[in-house]
């Protein structure tokens, strides 16, 4: 198996963006491919979760190659809802790994602001199993970790607080990151009483709306961010059929395989880019991956344990809270702030960082991805 | 009002209402059982952000239920303060959505 690195990256600003998909796309890919001194691709791969809803587009690989000047070379679009980037992300890097190409180049993309937000609602909710009577009871998305929410305080104690210290301390990491889509300060009082979205989450506990495009290159070698392993893993799609409903399993499978094929454990880790699509869905995160105790995630932001200085810094692009949301676009955001991070270039810089993480869900634990990256040379 | 779920004699497994199949023994031959429709909440949410076909319903009540058969069901709640540990009744069935009382 050969090595693996991430030798360019390019991204769009997240928010409200006026161009197209396809622009978005080319723009992230153009500087990608630039920064990596532009070689020969040799495929490219596309996460992408309802452009055919939200933007009445398709064939988004082809499009992108052909804008790209790419030529006859493969390309695809991988779908796996919130987790289409890490998804899109891993199939590169195994074909890399194995030596069937030599370079992907992988983006990632959403145009979701356009269509009234009730078609949005209804698009997200694709990310569910709508054939079943859970579908037809309305539950929402949001709803799923809203129910989680209530079960985690009443099972470990934690407050609403924590909730929000979990929205504030990602806010104030995006107000340094300017391809965020929030910036403007905020404090604890107004995320809590902001207006209610599925109880106990409010307006600042959930991800926004958000169009975006990212995107990275990555070759065989050594000569970048060195990508040393990639995990994968599924769970239910289904609240009721959860064995556990505050246990993710797909987050935990999918770290545990990342960390026995790098031989990182979670002690080594530097930086960490996690899913939190809500606030909840951070505190769940950090105690899968092992950074904290099953039950005591709270703890750590009640104690600063998640910030520059604390155990360790989780999401200093400001998540996907704050940095915004733009679903296929953001496995591959992620990557980047890691990548950035390990440059040393990054926003929220982390002194001395040598390892760092990445975790992209997929729905309410359906899909989950890890990749354990490694700084050129160390 | 009961509650017909859906059982495999062969793995002595419950499974909801619109299982296709058993996930253990791949069979089809499921038996339709009938639970009391009585149940505990596990937990719960308000949601006032609702998609467009449940919009006139928000804001409403969304519970994980424990059946005393042993099998956990979400569903919609009506009535006053939910609480974790709370029992609730089965009360009707609407497009396809439980309704507890
Ligand atoms: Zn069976």
Same mark, same amino acid.
């Given at each position: 198996?050969?090595?693996?690195?991430?030798?360019?990256?390019?991204?769009?600003?997240?928010?409200?963006?006026?161009?197209?998909?396809?622009?978005?796309?080319? #723009?992230?890919?153009?500087?990608?491919?630039?920064?990596?001194?532009?070689?020969?691709?040799?495929?490219?791969?596309?996460? *992408?979760?309802?452009?055919?809803?939200?933007?009445?587009?398709?064939?988004?690989?082809?499009?992108?190659?052909?804008?790209?000047?790419?030529?006859?070379?493969?390309?695809?679009?991988?779908?796996?809802?919130?987790?289409?980037?890490?998804?899109?992300?891993?199939?590169?890097?195994?074909?890399?790994?194995?030596?069937?190409?030599?370079?992907?180049?992988?983006?990632?993309?959403?145009?979701?602001?356009?269509?009234?937000?009730?078609?949005?609602?209804?698009?997200?909710?694709? =990310?569910?199993?709508?054939?079943?009577?859970?579908?037809?009871?309305?539950?929402?998305?949001?709803?799923?970790?809203?129910?989680?929410?209530?079960?985690?305080?009443? #099972?470990?104690?934690?407050?609403?607080?924590?909730?929000?210290?979990?929205?504030?301390? *990602?806010?104030?990491?995006?107000?340094?990151?300017?391809?965020?889509?929030?910036?403007?300060?905020?404090?604890?009082?107004?995320?809590?009483?902001?207006?209610?979205?599925?109880?106990?989450?409010?307006?600042?506990?959930?991800?926004?709306?958000?169009?975006?495009?990212?995107?990275?290159?990555?070759?065989?070698?050594?000569?970048?961010?060195?990508?040393?392993?990639?995990?994968?893993?599924?769970?239910?799609?289904?609240?009721?059929?959860?064995?556990?409903?505050?246990?993710?399993?797909?987050?935990?499978?999918?770290?545990?395989?990342?960390?026995?094929?790098?031989?990182?454990?979670?002690?080594?880790?530097?930086?960490?880019?996690?899913?939190?699509?809500?606030?909840?869905?951070?505190?769940?995160?950090?105690?899968?991956?092992?950074?904290?105790?099953?039950?005591?995630?709270?703890?750590?932001?009640?104690?600063?344990?998640?910030?520059?200085?604390?155990?360790?810094?989780?999401?200093?692009?400001?998540?996907?809270?704050?940095?915004?949301?733009?679903?296929?676009?953001?496995?591959?955001?992620?990557?980047?702030?890691?990548?950035?991070?390990?440059?040393?270039?990054?926003?929220?810089?982390?002194?001395?960082?040598?390892?760092?993480?990445?975790?992209?869900?997929?729905?309410?634990?359906?899909?989950?991805?890890?990749?354990?990256?490694?700084?050129?040379? =160390? | 009002?009961?509650?017909?779920?859906?059982?495999?004699?062969?793995?002595?497994?419950?499974?909801?209402?619109?299982?296709?199949?058993?996930?253990?023994?791949? /069979?089809?031959?499921?038996?339709?059982?009938?639970?009391?429709?009585?149940?505990?909440? +596990? /937990?719960?949410?308000?949601?006032?952000?609702?998609?467009?076909?449940?919009?006139?319903?928000?804001?409403?009540? @969304? @519970?994980?239920?424990?059946?005393?058969?042993?099998?956990?069901?979400?569903?919609? +709640?009506?009535?006053?303060?939910?609480?974790?540990?709370?029992?609730?009744?089965? /009360?009707?069935?609407?497009?396809?959505? +439980?309704?507890?009382?």
């Amino acid at each position: 198996m050969r090595d693996v690195s991430v030798t360019g990256r390019g991204i769009t600003k997240f928010g409200k963006n006026t161009e197209s998909i396809k622009n978005m796309l080319v #723009e992230a890919c153009r500087e990608a491919l630039i920064e990596a001194g532009r070689p020969k691709v040799d495929a490219v791969f596309v996460g *992408n979760f309802a452009s055919g809803s939200l933007a009445n587009q398709e064939i988004l690989g082809s499009m992108l190659t052909n804008e790209l000047g790419l030529g006859s070379i493969p390309s695809m679009k991988v779908e796996g809802a919130c987790a289409s980037g890490g998804l899109a992300f891993r199939q590169a890097y195994q074909l890399v790994k194995a030596g069937e190409y030599d370079s992907v180049l992988v983006a990632g993309a959403e145009k979701m602001t356009g269509p009234e937000t009730e078609t949005i609602t209804n698009a997200i909710n694709h =990310a569910m199993d709508n054939d079943s009577s859970e579908g037809a009871s309305g539950l929402t998305f949001p709803g799923f970790f809203g129910v989680l929410a209530n079960r985690y305080m009443y #099972e470990y104690g934690a407050e609403r607080r924590h909730l929000a210290m979990v929205s504030l301390k *990602n806010r104030e990491y995006a107000m340094n990151n300017p391809m965020a889509q929030f910036q403007k300060a905020t404090s604890l009082e107004e995320i809590m009483n902001a207006r209610p979205i599925t109880e106990p989450l409010g307006l600042f506990d959930c991800s926004p709306i958000s169009d975006g495009a990212a995107a990275v290159l990555l070759e065989k070698g050594k000569d970048g961010v060195q990508v040393l392993s990639s995990g994968q893993a599924s769970g239910t799609p289904l609240m009721q059929e959860a064995d556990d409903l505050l246990h993710m399993p797909a987050t935990y499978e999918s770290g545990k395989s990342a960390y026995e094929a790098s031989g990182i454990s979670p002690e080594d880790i530097d930086v960490v880019e996690l899913h939190d699509c809500f606030s909840m869905t951070e505190i769940i995160a950090i105690e899968e991956l092992g950074f904290f105790d099953k039950g005591k995630g709270w703890v750590a932001l009640e104690n600063d344990q998640t910030k520059h200085g604390g155990t360790v810094p989780v999401n200093t692009s400001g998540g996907l809270l704050s940095k915004g949301h733009p679903i296929g676009a953001t496995g591959i955001a992620q990557i980047i702030q890691i990548v950035d991070q390990l440059n040393g270039r990054a926003v929220n810089q982390v002194e001395n960082a040598t390892h760092g993480l990445a975790q992209n869900l997929g729905g309410t634990g359906a899909y989950s991805t890890v990749h354990i990256f490694r700084k050129k040379g =160390a | 009002m009961t509650i017909t779920a859906k059982y495999c004699a062969e793995c002595d497994r419950l499974y909801h209402f619109d299982k296709y199949h058993c996930m253990v023994c791949f /069979s089809k031959n499921l038996e339709e059982k009938e639970l009391n429709g009585r149940g505990e909440v +596990y /937990s719960f949410t308000k949601i006032h952000a609702a998609p467009k076909r449940f919009a006139t319903l928000a804001p409403y009540n @969304i @519970i994980l239920v424990d059946l005393e058969e042993g099998l956990r069901l979400t569903a919609r +709640y009506e009535g006053d303060e939910l609480a974790i540990g709370k029992q609730v009744i089965f /009360s009707e069935k609407v497009d396809g959505a +439980y309704v507890f009382r």
